[in-house]
Every structure is written in C-alpha cells, then in structure tokens.
C-alpha cells in the first residue's frame, strides 16, 4: 500500500514559478516510477511528467523546458518546479505512483492540489 499527500499549490501569476510537492508513505520499495498529472476543469486528466526509480524523466510537450520532476534521495518526495507558468497550467495537479505488488502494476493516486495562474 502507497499514500502520496500534495502540496505547494496556490495562485500564481503569468511567468512565475511555484513547486509542488508529493509526499510518499508505506510500501515505497514496491514503487518503480512516480509521475505528476493534471486535470482542467471540463478537461480529461492529462499527464505531465515522469520520473522512473533509476532517475530517468520524460514530459508531455505542453511543459517541456519549464517543467522539471525530481525524487528525493529517499525516494520519500517527489517534486515538479514549475517554471514560466501561464493560464493553460492552470489545474488540479496529481501526483501517481507505479508499484508493483506480487506481479501486479498498481497506480496510487492522492488527493490533488489546486494550481491557477492568473494576474
């Protein structure tokens, strides 16, 4: 069992930066890649960004260059510092995790945290 608790959401304005924080609890070792997401309102949950257990990332191409996901060396936090926001990242953002339990990928999912850029 995984639990993931966001925070570091908040108002921001055109151009700034903000970061957000997940933090990972219970069977951490089961954990093969965490990720960040995000829903619009009106919108399908889309992801953003990606980060494997070895430290390899990938991103959707909407953030490529201003977004950057990083993991903690206890692999207990995950962070995205969002860099040159603008309105189009205005959203709920989701951190996810991948674990593996007894041969099965299951995806854990908290409970989101609201980000909206506008001045």
């Known amino acids: 069992q995984v639990s993931l608790a966001e925070s570091g959401g908040g108002l921001v304005q055109p151009g700034e930066s903000l970061r957000l924080s997940c933090a990972v609890s219970?069977?951490?070792?089961?954990?093969?890649?965490m990720g960040w997401y995000r829903q619009a309102p009106g919108k399908q949950r889309e992801w953003v960004a990606r980060?494997?257990?070895?430290?390899?990332?990938n991103y959707a191409d909407s953030v490529k260059g201003r977004f950057t996901i990083s993991m903690g060396n206890a692999k207990n936090m995950v962070y995205l510092q969002m860099n040159r926001a603008n309105s189009e990242d205005t959203a709920a953002y989701y951190c996810?995790?991948?674990?593996?339990?007894?041969?099965?990928?299951?995806?854990?999912w908290g409970q989101g945290t609201q980000v909206t850029v506008s001045s």
């Open positions: 996810n995790a991948q674990a593996t339990h007894w041969g099965t990928t299951i995806n854990y």
């Open positions: 219970g069977s951490i070792s089961s954990i093969y890649a």
């Open positions: 980060i494997t257990k070895g430290g390899d990332t």
